[in-house]
């Protein structure tokens, strides 16, 4: 499963090349203020789209994860404590300077931390506050299991706060690094809902790894049962040779039959394409949910 992508891309994956006054203003910020963006470090297929239209994914906390998943072409390896004092203030700039109606922050594990970086990820959220009144998504790691860093986001009544479970459980240890876990991914959603029931949460499953139709199933049934508000599915990419390969490339309407299980499910809004990432159009995505 580690060997080089030698199935054949569908058309309906399609890659475009980034470019635009747009894209070029949101790149310029980001570099101006030392910034990452998980476009660029998990080389997202949509970064040309979202850049153009003023959006991006914020990454904190820097490039270099503590986990290594077998998916993510995030770099992984040791930070030694490293974190920028200075983030939180310059993420509301950048913010405030693009004008952004929503933005979306997520970031790498860090494991390093005393609390698993919770608090600076609660700076970041009460920075943005003070100067915009944007929406305000994160898309958070589990915290190692623990509520009391959670119940940190949770206080700053973020927009949404998402976390990903990524796969069905038989996958979760052949594909996420061993620290995480699809019980710990059900019961960090079920935390937020347990400290603030009106919190809109989200969470997102790649498809193409060697699942099954009915595993998935389960899995959005699992992801109702915790209450989740909104699910994005979409088809995985290889980033690297280095990473899993694409066992099964899905088509357009096998998507809109996993939006069908995931609605059956009772899960209020699911967004499934090729495409599909868990902060593509996520302001689009709160709004259909909310309207």
Not at 9 to 21: E, L, V
């Amino acid at each position: 499963m580690f060997s080089r992508d030698y199935l054949k891309k569908p058309a309906w994956i399609k890659h475009r090349i980034p470019s635009g006054p747009e894209y070029k203003k949101t790149l310029e910020l980001l570099r101006q203020y030392g910034l990452a963006t998980v476009c660029e470090e998990a080389r997202c297929p949509n970064i040309g789209e979202c850049w153009q239209r003023g959006s991006a994914t914020i990454m904190i906390m820097g490039k270099v994860c503590t986990r290594a998943c077998r998916f993510c072409a995030v770099k992984t390896g040791d930070p030694a404590g490293f974190l920028d004092e200075n983030e939180p203030q310059n993420v509301a700039r950048v913010v405030k300077e693009l004008g952004l109606r929503y933005v979306v922050i997520t970031s790498v594990d860090r494991d390093d931390l005393p609390d698993a970086g919770s608090g600076h990820y609660a700076r970041c959220v009460s920075s943005i506050k003070q100067v915009s009144g944007t929406g305000i998504e994160v898309l958070i790691p589990d915290f190692g299991g623990q509520e009391e860093r959670l119940s940190r986001i949770v206080n700053e009544k973020p927009t949404v706060i998402g976390h990903n479970i990524e796969t069905v459980k038989r996958l979760t240890p052949l594909i996420r690094d061993r620290r995480c876990g699809y019980e710990r991914s059900l019961t960090t959603l079920l935390a937020i809902k347990r400290l603030d029931h009106a919190c809109v949460t989200k969470s997102s499953i790649m498809v193409g790894l060697g699942e099954q139709t009915d595993e998935i199933a389960a899995a959005l049934d699992d992801l109702a049962a915790a209450a989740v508000d909104i699910v994005t599915i979409g088809q995985y990419l290889q980033p690297t040779r280095k990473h899993m390969s694409v066992q099964k490339y899905y088509s357009l309407k096998e998507f809109d039959e996993l939006k069908t299980l995931g609605e059956h499910a009772g899960i209020k809004h699911v967004l499934s394409g090729p495409m599909v990432r868990s902060s593509y159009r996520a302001a689009e995505i709160l709004d259909m949910f909310k309207g």
